[in-house]
């Protein structure tokens, strides 16, 4: 019982890996080309320390 639920895990890591290397390629593409248009334009950041004020 052991040896099929290791093997289905790795089954589906290997499985998994290819469209989670893609999905993250992607993301981190996107939060780069994100990022160099923030650097272009001026980013003006929120002020949340005055908000969670107290508790």
Do not use: E, K
Request: net charge positive.
């Amino acid at each position: 019982m052991v040896i099929r639920l290791m093997l289905a895990i790795l089954i589906g890591v290997l499985l998994a890996w290819p469209l989670y290397r893609l999905l993250t390629c992607r993301c981190w593409r996107r939060l780069f080309y994100r990022r160099n248009l923030q650097c272009l334009t001026p980013y003006q950041p929120r002020q949340s320390s005055t908000t969670h004020d107290g508790g």
